[in-house]
Every structure is written in structure tokens, then in C-alpha cells.
């Protein structure tokens, strides 16, 4: 492998930038002395590593995009940045696979790999179709290297409004693409597996239903990700038959999921109520006007189902809590202004 060549590799203060050793493992020796060069500052707030075929090198940070020079200048402007060219995708793509695509084939026909940390890695390429379904994807055109990031205690302000004595609230988070409702999911999972002495909540069995594998961070069968003592997982598994399997074989006291939408998950979490099961999920969207607009989620909003909702913004920055809901009568139970705003990655 291209890092045992690299003898000096391990013994060379790499990590002194902050960036984490598993994402520099999964890039190229050329691209990795391009990163270590970064500066701390601009690592600390890096979400995405974008390498694409004859494109630009960059990394989303901040909500915006930056480029990458050879000699590690970060700017604004693309046309001073390095040149990712094919090579340095498909050696990143071994890389990232272990030189073994086949082994991971399973998720790689899901558009992405799971990396040691609980990182992800997306996949673009040519899908080869077996019988109208993915097979595995080829041709590797571009991936995007999503770096995990787990806050822990970022849900702990919120707890007191989603428990009443013991028992835990409906919630679903409501937020755009990127602005931490998978951070805040991830650590109020961990508050109510671990129980909270504080609130006097002794914690409750949990099944989470991964199918992204972005919540748990599960790398060869061990969750990457705190998610408390009474979670169990299953790792990229559909949504609604996760949570049949669930219901059906671990006794769970609440389901977790991440991005519901279609109908077949509505009928999942109506079973899951049937059972007397609790539940916590999160949907893209910006306000209770735009959610309760569709379809599969209008009769759940309508009937107040979800007792909790959270709401989250990018603004004034990602991962600010704008206000929570009583789903129940939909009137806010509390609402920040625009400079006392909780941010779930101020921690």
C-alpha cells in the first residue's frame, strides 16, 4: 500500500493542523503533503474535501467553497488552485477502499464508504446495472470526503424541553442541508441512551436505523460515533424495514432515523407508535410552513404526533437552534433571538 511505502509516514508530525489521520490515509501522497501544509485555522471548520477529475481542489468550510494552490494557498479563486487530475482520484479511491473494492461492494453500490473515524466518503463514477438495480459504480469521476465531526453535549441545553418526568417527547429536527441536525440528532440519541442524572432521567433503550451510516459512523461493526450504552444499530439498512426489524427483534423504547420523507417510512413510524415506541427524526426544510406543505408528512404534523419540533438555521451561522415547537398545539415553546441563538457546534 501506497502508506507503507511511505516509511517516514507515522513518525513525521502530520497531525499538528488538526486534520484527522484517517482523512490524510485516504488521500494520495501528493494531496496529502498539499494538506498538512493547511494552517490549524483552516482545518478547524472544514466539512467537505472535494476531489474531482480536472477540477479544482477544495474543501466547503463556513458555507462556502475554498481552493487549494500546490503549495497549499487557500483562496476564493479557482483558477489558482491544484489541478485534480484522474490518477489522483483513483489512488485515493484504493485508498479509501483498502484495495479492495469487491469487499465493500455493498456500500459502494450505495454511493459511499464508510472510513475508520466514522468519516464518509461519496462517489461519483459510471453505476453498472444488474437487473435494473446498482451493481457497483466504475470510472471513478469524484469523491467527497465528509469529515465526522461529533459534538459532544450539544443537545444538552434542549433535554429539560424534550423529557417530562421520564418520559421522552415525539421530536423531529427540521433543518437545511448542512446546518448540524445530524451532529444534534447524534448527541441527543447519546443523552437519552446514557439517562441524565441531572434531570433525573435514568436513559431509555434505544434502536437507531443508519441507513447513511452518518449518524453511528459504524466502521467494521463498531459505531465511531458516541452514541450511548443502550443504542443498538442497524447500519445502512432502508429506513422502513430497519425499523420493522427493530420493533420486531430489539425491544426498543425509542427509534432514531435521519431523513424521512417517503411513505413507506410514514407507515414504519405509525407502526412504531402502535407498539407504544417513541420517536426522534430529522427532515430537510426551513420552517413549519414548508414541512407541513407535504404530502407524506402532513397527516403526522396534522394529528401532532411529533409532541417536539426543532427547529435549525445556518443563520447567523451552521447549527443555530431557531426555536422549538409544541407540535401538539404548534405554538413556540421558546425561540432565540437573532444574537442569543444557540449554535450546536458552540460547545
Known sequence: MEIQKDKNFKNRQFFNNGLKKEILESLPIQLREIFIRLPSESIKDMEEIRLRNGKPLMFFAKNQDFFISKNSKISKDPSQSYLVTKEDVHKAYELITDYSVYALEEEIKNGFVTLKGGHRV????????????????????????????????????????????????????????????????????????????SLGFRGLKIGVVDERSEICGV????????????????????????????????????????????????????????????????????????????????????????????????HPKVGTIKMIIDGTTKKIIITYPLKDRRNVFDH
Open 122 to 197: 461519496g462517489i461519483c463514477g459510471t453505476s453498472v446495472i444488474n437487473n435494473n438495480k446498482i451493481k457497483t459504480i466504475k470510472d471513478i469521476s469524484g469523491l467527497n470526503i465528509r469529515i465526522s465531526k461529533q459534538k459532544i453535549g450539544v443537545s444538552d441545553h434542549i433535554m429539560n424541553y424534550l423529557l417530562d418526568q421520564g418520559i421522552f417527547y415525539n421530536t423531529l429536527i427540521v433543518s437545511p442541508p448542512q446546518c448540524g441536525k445530524t451532529t444534534l440528532l447524534r448527541d441527543i440519541i447519546r443523552n437519552l441512551s446514557n439517562g441524565m442524572p
Open 219 to 314: 466502521y467494521q461493526g463498531i459505531a465511531q460515533n458516541d452514541i450511548g450504552i443502550r443504542t443498538d444499530i442497524l447500519n445502512a439498512c432502508p429506513k422502513a424495514q430497519g425499523m420493522m426489524m427493530l420493533i420486531r427483534s430489539m425491544s426498543p423504547q425509542v427509534i432514531a432515523t435521519d431523513e424521512i420523507g417517503k411513505i413507506e417510512d410514514i407507515y414504519a413510524l405509525e407502526e412504531a407508535l402502535h407498539a407504544g415506541i417513541k420517536l426522534i427524526t430529522t427532515v430537510h426544510g426551513t420552517s413549519m410552513e414548508e414541512i407541513e406543505k407535504r404530502k407524506n408528512l402532513e397527516y403526522l404534523l396534522s394529528e401532532g404526533i411529533f409532541e417536539r419540533i426543532i427547529i435549525l438555521s445556518n
